[in-house]
C-alpha cells in the first residue's frame, strides 16, 4: 500500500523558515518524480515543486510564486521528499501535500504564517 | 501560465442522475510527444484529492465506469452518470503538459 505522510508544518511569523518532511513508503521511490502541491484557505490548488529521479539527475521544477525561496529535495535511502520554505510570507498559507506523480497524495500538512 | 476554467462552480444533483463538468484550456494541452497530459481529481470532504482519470479519459485504477472523460485540445469534459451518494465533493482538472502545471478552480458535486 502507497503512503505519504507529511510532517512539519505549524503556525510560522512571516519572513522565517519551516522545513517539510514527507516520508513515503509501498514504492520504488528512487525512480519517483516527486511534488508538493498545496491548497489555500479558499480551496484553490497550487502546483509547488517537483523532483525528479536521480536517473534525471534530480532535476528540480518550481512555480515562480516560490522560486527562490522554497526547496525540494530528497533522500533516497529515507525514501523521504522534504520542502525547505524561507522568506514565508502570508500568502504561503495552506495545506502542503507530498504527491507521487501527483497520482497518490498525503494527507496533507498545515503551514500558518502569520504574525 | 495556463489557465483551466472550470464550469460549473457548483453543481446540484439527483441521486442516480447525471453530472457533467467542462475544463477549458487557454491554450491547447496537446504535448510535443502527441500525449494530453489532463487530468480528474475529486477532493471528498476533509480527504486529500483522488485521481479519478488521467489522459483525459483513462480512468484511473478503482474508479467506477460512471466517470468518464473526453474531450480535446482545450475542451474537456468529465461526466457522471447515476450519482451515487459518495461522488459528493469538490471536482477538480489539473494540466500538466505545460510547466507550470495548473488547476482549475474547481466544481462542486452536492446531491440533492
Known amino acids: 500500500e502507497v503512503q505519504l505522510v507529511e510532517t512539519g508544518g505549524g503556525l510560522v511569523q512571516p519572513g522565517k523558515s519551516l522545513k517539510l518532511t514527507c516520508a513515503t513508503s509501498?514504492?520504488?521511490?528512487?525512480?519517483?518524480?516527486m511534488h508538493w502541491v498545496r491548497q489555500s484557505p479558499e480551496k484553490q490548488l497550487e502546483w509547488v515543486a517537483q523532483i525528479k529521479a536521480k536517473s534525471n539527475n534530480y532535476a528540480t521544477y518550481y512555480a515562480e510564486s516560490v522560486k527562490g525561496r522554497f526547496t525540494i529535495s530528497r533522500d533516497d535511502s529515507k525514501s523521504s521528499v522534504y520542502l525547505q520554505m524561507n522568506s514565508l510570507k502570508e500568502e504561503d498559507t495552506a495545506i502542503y501535500y507530498c504527491?507521487?506523480?501527483?497520482?497518490?497524495w498525503g494527507q496533507g500538512v498545515m503551514v500558518t504564517v502569520s504574525s | 501560465d495556463v489557465v483551466l476554467t472550470q464550469t460549473p462552480v457548483s453543481l446540484l444533483i439527483s441521486l442516480g442522475g447525471q453530472a457533467s463538468i467542462s475544463c477549458r484550456s487557454s491554450?491547447?494541452?496537446?504535448?510535443?510527444?502527441?500525449?494530453?497530459?489532463l487530468h480528474w481529481y475529486l477532493q471528498k470532504p476533509g480527504q486529500s484529492p483522488q485521481l479519478l482519470i488521467y489522459q483525459v479519459s483513462n480512468r484511473f485504477s478503482g474508479i467506477p465506469d460512471r466517470f468518464s472523460g473526453s474531450g480535446s485540445g482545450t475542451d474537456f469534459t468529465l461526466k457522471i452518470s447515476r450519482v451515487e451518494p459518495e461522488d459528493l465533493g469538490v471536482y477538480y482538472c489539473l494540466q500538466r503538459t505545460h510547466n507550470p502545471f495548473t488547476f482549475g478552480s474547481g466544481t462542486k458535486l452536492e446531491i440533492k
Open positions: 509501498g514504492f520504488t521511490f528512487s525512480n519517483a518524480w
Open positions: 504527491t507521487w506523480g501527483i497520482t497518490d
Open positions: 491554450q491547447s494541452l496537446v504535448h510535443s510527444n502527441g500525449n494530453t497530459y
